[in-house]
């Protein structure tokens, strides 16, 4: 059985360097075609993908976030962190990890309940 | 960027009857369009992938149709259940997602 679960901190200040962990388990990301994505959805706002790590430890970033963003992965704990600097009140959002394999087309089958983070002062 | 429009941003149905929600692409994503349904305080949920094939374990009342820029997920007749957000998405060009329909119950 598959799951994810993300953890990190409810409030962050801004201009703080927000840090984030996806655990799962029922897989294992050194298993190639496996990949972990980041998504947010700020308050009644579209969700926003920001980064992916895959197996063979090649990482991805949204466009627009990609000087904010480091993605990395720890196979032995089947943990992917996430950290987010100069965090702004704009940022607060649900923060879900997700899991695609490109075997199953590279869709976000499997996804965690999200963590909430809230950036203010 | 690919922006992916939904519409309507909401439905208001009674259980037993027919849903079809929209979703419209900036540009073709060719077939690369999944569907997943949200409830609050949930994990997402896959529904659809490739415009037309069901996840595993969704139900037969849903299902997609559409290719290039039109995309529509029908829920043949409401569960009770069925009752959330839908979010379409699109990984033609890296990945996207719309606003999302908010199916309501009437």
């Known amino acids: 059985q598959v799951t994810l679960k993300e953890s990190g901190p409810a409030l962050v200040k801004p201009t703080q360097t927000l840090t984030l962990t996806c655990t799962f388990s029922?897989?294992?990301?050194?298993?190639?075609?496996?990949?972990v994505s980041w998504i947010r959805q700020p308050p009644g706002k579209a969700l926003e993908w920001l980064a992916r790590?895959?197996?063979?430890?090649?990482?991805f970033y949204s466009t627009s976030l990609k000087t904010r963003l480091t993605i990395s992965k720890d196979t032995s704990k089947n943990q992917v962190v996430l950290t987010m600097t100069n965090m702004d009140p704009v940022d607060t959002a649900t923060f879900y990890c997700?899991?695609?394999?490109?075997?199953?087309?590279?869709?976000?089958?499997?996804w965690g309940q999200g963590t909430l983070v809230t950036v203010s002062s | 960027e690919i922006v992916l429009t939904q519409s309507p941003a909401t439905l208001s149905l009674s259980p037993g009857e027919r849903a079809t929600l929209s979703c419209r692409a900036s540009?073709?994503?060719?077939?690369?369009l999944a569907w997943y349904q949200h409830k609050p305080g949930q994990a997402p949920r896959l529904l659809i992938y490739?415009?037309?094939n069901r996840a595993t374990g969704i139900p037969a009342r849903f299902s997609g149709s559409g290719s290039g820029t039109d995309f529509t997920l029908t829920i043949s007749s409401l569960e009770p259940e069925d009752f959330a957000i839908y979010y379409c998405?699109?990984?033609?060009?890296?990945?996207?997602f719309g606003q999302g329909t908010k199916l309501e119950i009437k």
């Open positions: 997700a899991r695609a394999h490109t075997s199953q087309g590279d869709w976000f089958e499997f």
């Open positions: 029922g897989f294992s990301l050194s298993t190639r075609g496996t990949r």
């Open positions: 790590i895959d197996w063979d430890d090649k990482k």
């Open positions: 540009q073709s994503v060719s077939s690369y």
């Open positions: 490739d415009a037309s």
């Open positions: 998405q699109q990984r033609s060009n890296w990945y996207s």
